[in-house]
């Protein structure tokens, strides 16, 4: 919980853990892109559909899991100060939430 009696510590090691999951959090996203990406690339909706991963998925489930992943791809490349296009990546991610 966050007071104003928090001590320069505090506020330093809450900011410090922070920090790292977010980080860590978009690093392992941009990995699942990545994957997806390599694993779909070339590939018409239905061939991606085909796969045994993806089998029994509607078209709206593939749209929802390649924008969610696109999110952490817009996230890696904020982080790593490259431009990104202004989108309610929220609305992406709600599916998984």
């Known amino acids: 919980m966050y007071s104003n009696d928090m001590t320069w510590q505090?506020?330093?090691v809450a900011t410090t853990a922070s920090a790292g999951a977010v980080i860590n959090d978009i690093q392992q996203g941009?990995?699942?892109?990545?994957?997806?990406y390599a694993l779909t690339y070339g590939l018409?909706?239905?061939?991606?559909?085909?796969?045994g991963a993806f089998s029994n998925r509607?078209?709206?489930?593939?749209?929802?899991?390649?924008?969610?992943?696109?999110?952490?791809?817009?996230l890696y490349s904020a982080l790593n100060n490259l431009a990104v296009t202004q989108a309610n990546r929220m609305a992406y991610l709600e599916p998984f939430v």
């Open 58 to 74: 509607t078209q709206a489930d593939l749209n929802n899991i390649r924008f969610a992943l696109g999110v952490f791809n817009d």
């Open 30 to 36: 941009k990995e699942l892109y990545d994957k997806f």
């Open 44 to 51: 018409t909706d239905q061939q991606i559909l085909a796969l």
């Open 10 to 12: 505090q506020w330093s």
